[in-house]
C-alpha cells in the first residue's frame, strides 16, 4: 500500500510509524539496485518558515469560537465512560440538573429516558427533602418538569410560579384564558347529555382547579371526556362502569394534587424565611460597617421616614451574603442616605430654639381670626410665621416674654399683613392666565382677570378645578413639595429653621406655587363662557362673584341629555363637571332656565340630603378642615357650646370649596316647564 493511501486509512500515530519504516527501508533498496559510489547523499528537505500572524481581535474571536464549539461538543463524551460510573455520577444531581442534562443532546436524552434509568431520576429525587412521591399518573420526568421546571407548558414563558396541580401543568396568565374555561363554559359543553339523558354532574368525572375564585378545566381533558361521552352514552351499563372508574381516578388526582400543592406551600414559605435571613443578615452587616465608619448613632436616631428609605433600598434589601467586595460596590449610595439622615436629624435639632416661642404666635392668630368675617379669605398661620416682620421677631427670639411683647405691638398690623398676602398669592397667579384673559387688564397690578367667572385652575395633585379665590384656600398649594424630605430645608439659615418648624409643628407649608402644580384650566373656561353666553352676558367682562349673585340654572342642551325622560340641571360651576362627564371632546350648549324652574330647582336643592352627607361645612369660629354636616355641629356643641348651629353665623361652605350645590342634578324632563326646553326635549324625542 502506497503511503498516501495508508495515512487516509489509520491513525495519525499508526501513518507516522508507517513512514518512518518505509524512509529507513529505501536507502536499502537503492543499495541493491546500484553501486553505493553512485548513490547521492541523502538530503532533508528545507523547513518552511512559520508565518507568525498578528494577535488581532478576529483571530482572537476566531479561536475562541472554536473553543466554545469544543466545549459545547465535550458533553457527547460522557457516553463513553461506563454505565455504573455515569449512574451514580447522576445520582447526584438534583432533579433540575437531570433534566437540564436530559434535554443537552440525544444521545443523553436517551440514556436517561430509558426505563431503566428510572433509579437515576428517583435517586435525584431523593435529594429533596419532604417531596412526595411521584404521583402514578406521571412518569418521573414529567413530575420533575411539573414541580422543577418554572416554564409555562404551553408558551415556555420563563418564571411561572402558578401551577394547577390537579391538572399537572404549569400555566402563565396569558395562556390560561386560551387553554382553560371555567366551570359554567365546561357545563355549556355538556348540557345536552345532562339534560337528555340525565347524566350526572360531568364535572365529578374531570379534575379542576380553583384560581381566583373560579375553577378551571384543561379545554383539552374536557374535549376527550366529550369524545367518551359520545362514544359510550348509548350503553348505560358501560357509562355507569366509566363514571365510576373516572371518578375514582378523580378523587386519587385531586388527593395527590392537595399534597403536593402543601407540599409547595410549604416550601415556598421556607424560601421565603431563608431570604428574609439573608436579608437581615446583610442588613447586620452593612450595619457593622456603619458603625465601623463611625456612623452608628446616626442608624440610631433616624426617623421613620429615612428607616424605611433604608430598608428598602435596593443595595440593603437584597437576599445576598455581604462580602467586601459587594460593600465597596454599594458603600456610596448608602452613605449617600445616612449623610441625608444626618441633614435632616441637624435640621430638626435646630428648630428646638424656634418651637417654644410658635404658641404665643398661634393664640395671636387664632384671635385675629375670629375677629374677622369667616367669608374673608385669611392666610394661615404658617403664612404668619414666614412674612418678614414676624420671621424677625422669631429669628431673634431668645426670651419668651419678649417674644409676646412684641407680636402684641405687631398685632394691629394683622390685617394689613393679611390683605398684602393676598395681593402677593394673586401676583403669581396671574402669569399663569393666558394674553386672551387679560385684554381688559389696566396695568400689571391689576387682579381683575382673575376675578373673572371664565378664571380656572387645574391642580396637578387632585385634579380638581379650582377658581378664584378658592385657589387661595386650596389644600394642595400647602403640600409639602420642596425637596422630597417630607417638606424640610436643609440648608442652615433662620429662613430654613422657621420653616422647618412650622412643617413640623403644624404639618404644612405657606402657601407656594411650585413648578408644574396648577396650570390654567383652559375646557372650563370654554365651557363657562358658553353657559355665560346662555345668560346674555359677556365672558371677558363678568365677574364670578356676578354670576353668584344671578344664581342661574340651566339644562344641558346636547340631544344625548335630552333623552329618556330625564334632564342635567346644572348651575354656571357645576357645567364644568357635566361637560367632563358626558361630553369631555365636544363641549354641549346650554338653555337658561325660567325663573319659576330655577326657583324649583332650588327648592328641590335643598331638600337633597346627598348635599349635607359631602365634606364641604367648617366652623366659622375656627375655620376648621371640611367635614360632614353632623360632624361639624357635633364639633360647635363640644368646642364651642353651640347647641342650635345656624348656617352662616356658626358653620358655612368651607373655603376650599365652590358655593352652591356640589353636583349636577337630574330631573324628570316633565317637572320643568320652560318652553324652549320643553320644544328641545321634543326635537330630540322625534330625532329619537
Known amino acids: 500500500m502506497a503511503p498516501s493511501a495508508l495515512s487516509g486509512a489509520v491513525r495519525r500515530s499508526t501513518r507516522l510509524s508507517a513512514k518512518a519504516q518505509v524512509a529507513a527501508k529505501r536507502p536499502d533498496e537503492d543499495d541493491a539496485g546500484a553501486d553505493a559510489s553512485d548513490a547521492e547523499p541523502l538530503e532533508r528537505p528545507a523547513k518552511r518558515r512559520r508565518i507568525t500572524t498578528f494577535n488581532t481581535s478576529a483571530d482572537r474571536k476566531q479561536r475562541a469560537g472554536k473553543k ?39 444521545a443523553i436524552r436517551n440514556v436517561l429516558m430509558r426505563r431503566s434509568s428510572i433509579t437515576i431520576w428517583k435517586e435525584a429525587r431523593s435529594h429533596i427533602e419532604g417531596l412526595p412521591d411521584c404521583p402514578a399518573d406521571l412518569s418521573e420526568p414529567q413530575y420533575a418538569d411539573l414541580v422543577f421546571d418554572p416554564h409555562c407548558h404551553f408558551c415556555l414563558t420563563a418564571r411561572v410560579l402558578n401551577v394547577l396541580w390537579r391538572n399537572r401543568v404549569r400555566c402563565c396568565k396569558q ?27 360531568p364535572w365529578a368525572m374531570i379534575s379542576c382547579d380553583p384560581y381566583r375564585n373560579k375553577h378551571y378545566y384543561l379545554n383539552s381533558r374536557v374535549m376527550e371526556l366529550q369524545e367518551r361521552y359520545e362514544e359510550i352514552v348509548p350503553d348505560l351499563e358501560k357509562f355507569k362502569e366509566f363514571e365510576q372508574e373516572r371518578v375514582k381516578a378523580v378523587k386519587k388526582l385531586e388527593k395527590d394534587a392537595d399534597i403536593l400543592s402543601s407540599w409547595h406551600t410549604e416550601q415556598s414559605y421556607l424560601r421565603s424565611q431563608e431570604l428574609d435571613d439573608l ?16 456612623l452608628g448613632a446616626e442608624i440610631e436616631v433616624m426617623d421613620d421616614d429615612m428607616i424605611e428609605v433604608f430598608l428598602n433600598h435596593p443595595a440593603v434589601k437584597q437576599p445576598k451574603e455581604l462580602t467586601d467586595r459587594i460593600w465597596n ?26 418651637i417654644p416661642h410658635i404658641p404665643f404666635l398661634d393664640t395671636r392668630y387664632a384671635d385675629f381670626a375670629k375677629s374677622r368675617p369667616h367669608t374673608e379669605y385669611l392666610p394661615r398661620i404658617a403664612d404668619f410665621c414666614m412674612m418678614p416682620e414676624i420671621r424677625a421677631i422669631l ?9 409676646a411683647r412684641k407680636l402684641d405691638d405687631l398685632r394691629p398690623r394683622f390685617p394689613e399683613l393679611s390683605e398684602r398676602w393676598r395681593q402677593e398669592c394673586s401676583r403669581q397667579l396671574l402669569p399663569l392666565l393666558p394674553d386672551a384673559a387679560k385684554q381688559n387688564q389696566v396695568n400689571d397690578e391689576d387682579m381683575s382677570p382673575l376675578q373673572l367667572a371664565t378664571t380656572f385652575f387645574k391642580c396637578s395633585s387632585c385634579f380638581d378645578t379650582v377658581g378664584y379665590p378658592r385657589i387661595l384656600a386650596h389644600e394642595c398649594m400647602r403640600y409639602c413639595t420642596m425637596n422630597g424630605d417630607g417638606g424640610l430645608d436643609l440648608s442652615h439659615t433662620i429662613h430654613a429653621d422657621l420653616k422647618n418648624t412650622v412643617q413640623l409643628v403644624y404639618d404644612e407649608q405657606p402657601w407656594h406655587l411650585s413648578a408644574g402644580s396648577i396650570e390654567y384650566n383652559q375646557g372650563a373656561c370654554d365651557t363657562v363662557a358658553a353657559v355665560v353666553r346662555a345668560c346674555g352676558e359677556d365672558p371677558a367682562t363678568i ?23 330625564v334632564v342635567h340641571v346644572v348651575t354656571w360651576r357645576t357645567a364644568e363637571q357635566h361637560d367632563k362627564i358626558y361630553h369631555p371632546v365636544d363641549h354641549t350648549g346650554w338653555q337658561l332656565l325660567d325663573p319659576g324652574d330655577t326657583a324649583d330647582m332650588k327648592l328641590n336643592e335643598l331638600m337633597d340630603d346627598e348635599r349635607y352627607m359631602v365634606e364641604i361645612w367648617s366652623c366659622t369660629h ?6 360632614r354636616l353632623n360632624v361639624v355641629k357635633a364639633h360647635l356643641n363640644d368646642k364651642h357650646d353651640v347647641l342650635h348651629p345656624v348656617q352662616g353665623v356658626d358653620y358655612d361652605v368651607h373655603h376650599d370649596v365652590d358655593p352652591g350645590p356640589p353636583l349636577p342634578f337630574i330631573v324628570m324632563s316633565d317637572e320643568l316647564s320652560s318652553p324652549a326646553l320643553v320644544a328641545a326635549v321634543e326635537d330630540a324625542l322625534v330625532d329619537e
Open 68 to 106: 466554545n464549539v469544543g466545549s459545547k461538543r465535550s458533553l457527547s463524551k460522557l457516553l463513553d465512560m461506563p454505565l455504573d460510573v455515569l449512574f451514580e455520577i447522576f445520582g447526584h444531581l438534583d432533579p433540575l440538573d437531570v433534566l437540564h442534562l436530559a434535554r443537552s443532546n440525544k
Open 175 to 201: 395562556c390560561l384564558k386560551a387553554n382553560f374555561m371555567d366551570m359554567a363554559a365546561m357545563y355549556r359543553c355538556f348540557y345536552g347529555f345532562v339534560s337528555e339523558y340525565k347524566m350526572p354532574q
Open 279 to 294: 436579608r437581615y443578615k446583610r442588613r447586620q452587616g452593612i450595619i457593622m460597617k456603619l458603625i465601623q465608619m463611625n
Open 329 to 354: 460596590n454599594i458603600k456610596g449610595p448608602i452613605l449617600e442616605i445616612v449623610y441625608h439622615a444626618q441633614a435632616i436629624r441637624i435640621a430638626k435639632t435646630r428648630c428646638i430654639r424656634v
Open 395 to 403: 429669628g431673634d427670639a431668645t426670651v419668651v416674654i419678649q417674644t
Open 543 to 565: 365677574t364670578a362673584s356676578e354670576m353668584d349673585e344671578m344664581d342661574h340654572r340651566f339644562v344641558c342642551a346636547n340631544r344625548k341629555c335630552l333623552r329618556n325622560g
Open 622 to 627: 375656627c375655620r376648621s378642615n371640611a367635614v
